[in-house]
């Protein structure tokens, strides 16, 4: 725990920022789907933006997989960053990232760290 | 009898706060340590943008850019400013970038595809192509 907090206090010190993209997927798939709530964009006010917000900025679906497409990113700071994936992120077992559910589309959240 | 107990308790508490610190200091290393060669999320790979004519763009798809794009992905900011500052010179040096940036790049822009499309801004165009090391 203590490790954690030094990487993350020493990455916030460096001046960069991670960024937050969500991407936007056709269907669930076999994936678990989580509703999101109200409160979670209470939480998490760079996903609100995102996905809803002033950073909304979705691309075309036709490239890469055909299937997903970027709906928008933003900067977050690292606790943020780490908030995210802890919440939204993969399972630490199985590795797979939970689609999350609102207005019904299909999200999933990833972190870029610099 | 009193003294020595105290003592005893006195180093303890100061060997337990060694512990700490050295297995502290010992994981923050090598985290660091595997950041700085692998990357957060896999191998490292570049962004190369080259400024290409008005000829090269045959039948080429092209993505026109806004300004809100490269805010959002500063990886391609980065090599689009690169390539358009010296006439020169119209290739990026290659820009790094995590694999979570390239699968955004390439879902919004399809720079990591076969016949990837041609990027324009504020009137250049660009290709682009993606290394893996």
């Known amino acids: 725990m203590l490790a954690g907090a030094l990487t993350l206090y020493a990455h916030e010190s460096s001046g960069e920022q991670p960024m937050l993209y969500v991407m936007e997927q056709t269907t669930p798939g076999e994936n678990v789907v989580v509703p999101l709530t109200e409160q979670d964009f209470e939480q998490h006010p760079a996903l609100d933006a995102v996905i809803r917000g002033k950073e909304r900025n979705p691309s075309a679906w036709e490239w890469g997989d055909r299937s997903q497409r970027v709906i928008g990113g933003t900067n977050v700071s690292y606790a943020e960053s780490r908030a995210l994936q802890d919440a939204y992120g993969p399972g630490r077992e199985t590795w797979v990232y939970p689609h999350l559910e609102y207005e019904g589309a299909y999200y999933l959240v990833v972190t870029a760290w610099p | ?133």
């Open chain 2, 1 to 133: 009898m009193e003294p020595d107990k105290k003592r005893l308790i006195i180093i303890g508490i100061v060997a337990f706060i060694g512990v700490v610190l050295l297995v502290a200091a010992v994981m923050f290393g090598v985290t660091t340590f595997v950041t700085l060669i692998t990357g957060v999320d896999g191998p490292p790979q570049m962004l190369v943008v080259e400024v290409v004519g008005e000829e090269g763009l045959q039948n080429a798809s092209v993505i026109r850019l806004t300004d809100r794009d490269l805010q959002q992905h500063p990886v391609l900011a980065t090599a689009i400013r690169e390539a358009g500052s010296n006439p020169n010179v119209p290739a990026s040096t290659p820009v790094p970038m995590t694999g979570a940036e390239c699968l955004a790049l390439t879902e919004s822009f399809g720079v990591y595809t076969a016949n990837a499309p041609i990027l324009e801004y504020d009137g250049v165009y660009y290709a682009t192509r993606v290394l893996i090391h």
